[in-house]
């Protein structure tokens, strides 16, 4: 609700600056944020890093499984020879103390597992906030100095969308936008052997 809301502001700001006096005075530029942020190559490179330490916390979820697999088999294997009439009684209270102790290891694994689990997306989750936050300010930061060099007042994203998903700005001219000029900027320090896509695409 609070996001329509401020989208709505935003529109109804917008189109009041646009219909004042002061639009002779304005100048207005547009970029859209969706391309800049999916085509820096920082983005990608942080993507990367976020899907090698989710495959390494999917590996070890798997192996604490394994564990527990292996547990269950030895805890079946005990729990069919604690009945075993060769055995003595005092094997045969071994046997079940182990089984006892397996059964224990067992319901542990499988709260290791949850709470890893739980740990593990979470960790994962505020680790892509973070890499998202820092690369939008990196990307504002080049937006505000080529919109303070080129004279602009106000600046649109053209990719912003509404509460129902559909375009805020349905018509907006080519004329000054910066899409591809913040994107050069943004890739020009990208290593050579980052693949970055070319500024006019």
Same mark, same amino acid.
């Given at each position: ?6 989208? =709505?502001?935003? *529109?109804?700001?917008?189109?009041? =600056?646009?219909?004042? !006096?002061? $639009? ?29 330490? %989710?495959? #390494?916390? *999917?590996?070890?979820?798997?192996? $604490? ?7 269950? +088999?030895?805890? #079946?294997?005990?729990?069919?020879? *604690? ?9 045969? +209270? ?6 006892? #102790? ?7 694994? +499988? ?12 960790? =994962?989750? %505020? ?5 998202? +936050?820092?690369?939008? /300010? ?19 994203? /053209? ?7 559909? !375009? ?13 000029? *913040? ?7 990208? !290593?050579? %052997?980052?693949?970055? !896509?070319?500024? #006019?695409?």
């Amino acid at each position: 609700m609070n996001i329509m809301v401020g989208r =709505l502001g935003l *529109v109804l700001i917008v189109t009041m =600056l646009l219909s004042s !006096p002061a $639009l002779a005075q304005m100048r207005v530029g547009t970029v859209d944020l969706g391309k800049l942020f999916d085509n820096y190559w920082k983005t990608k490179q942080a993507q990367g890093v976020l899907k090698e330490r %989710e495959a #390494d916390m *999917v590996k070890e979820i798997k192996n $604490l499984i394994e564990d527990g697999r292996k547990a269950k +088999e030895a805890y #079946d294997k005990i729990m069919s020879e *604690v009945n075993d009439p060769v055995v003595t009684s005092e094997e045969r +209270e071994r046997r079940k103390k182990e089984a006892e #102790d397996k059964l224990k290891y067992m319901k542990n694994q +499988e709260e290791t597992i949850a709470q890893y689990e739980r740990q593990a997306r979470a960790t =994962l989750g %505020e680790q892509t906030r973070r890499m998202r +936050e820092n690369i939008l /300010t990196e990307i504002r930061a080049i937006i505000d100095a080529k919109a303070k060099s080129g004279g602009f007042t106000l600046i649109i994203d /053209t990719a912003a969308e509404s509460a129902a998903r559909t !375009p805020v700005f349905l018509y907006v001219t080519k004329d000054n936008d910066l899409t591809q000029d *913040v994107l050069k900027e943004l890739n020009a320090a990208a !290593p050579a %052997e980052t693949s970055v !896509p070319s500024p #006019d695409k």
